[in-house]
């Protein structure tokens, strides 16, 4: 399980976008993490994993299964952040440089964090690909080279790359038509069930969260309200 308890994120302006959240995350479950555009969705999960900007304060405290997140010494902590958990990021740009080949992104990725031969790497990046519905020869194309889907699609293969039992995915299905986002959402699906792992989707979207999640967590002005299971309309707070 990742849990959160109590975390508190400050913006190094003094802007305090986290209040003391809360967030249980269990294997194999789709969790959404819903609510207004401003309520600090992104800085729980980037606070979470010691990514906010440099000069920001966070207290509280991250477990992923028995490991507190923030007693690691900084090289241990982002072991962790490819290995134990990963991240889909926002945009489906900003996972990738767009002057470097799909295949030499997920090599940089897969050479810092695991130590495979090439060949091997090559392997692994195809299986990965594949398994997130990318046939053909995908490694050879410029991100620009790829439709909204497709990025989105390399971007979470991109972070199984380590084989991490948690994801956190921050809206992962914006700027995608609707049957495109249905389609991202059963692959999270599969994924979730196959891998057993947990994942935790950021989203604005209610109506896709109640639609896809196991359970739904809802963020008001930085503060986590828990709700119950997702087949229950949910009410703004
Ligand atoms: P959400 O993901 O729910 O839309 P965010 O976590 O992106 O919300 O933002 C929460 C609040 O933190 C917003 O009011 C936003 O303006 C503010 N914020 C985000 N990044 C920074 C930053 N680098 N410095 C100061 N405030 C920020
Ligand atoms: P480095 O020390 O090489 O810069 P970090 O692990 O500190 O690497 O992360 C740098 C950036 O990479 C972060 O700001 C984040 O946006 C992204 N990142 C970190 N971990 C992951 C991950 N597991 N999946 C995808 N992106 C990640």
Known sequence: MM???????????????VKKADLKLS????????????????????????????????SGKVFFDDIEF????????????????????QGTMSSFTPVLTIKRQFLEAMEEHLSLTPGEAMAKAVELLEEVGLEGNFLARYPHEMSGGQKQRCAIAMALCCDPDYLLADEPTTALDVITQAEIMNLL???????NMGILMVTHDLALASSTADEICVMYQGCTIETERSDIIIKSP
């Open 70 to 89: 923030f007693a690691l010494p900084k090289e241990g902590q982002r072991k962790i952040r490819w290995k134990k958990v990963s991240l889909v990021l």
């Open 27 to 58: 294997s194999g479950e789709i969790l959404a993490l819903v609510g207004e555009s401003g309520s600090g969705k992104s800085t729980l999960i980037y606070a979470s994993l010691g990514l906010l900007p440099k000069g920001s304060s966070v």
């Open 3 to 17: 849990r959160i308890s109590s975390l508190s994120a400050t913006y190094p302006n003094g802007f305090n976008a």
């Open 189 to 195: 699906k599969g994924i979730a069930k196959r891998r």
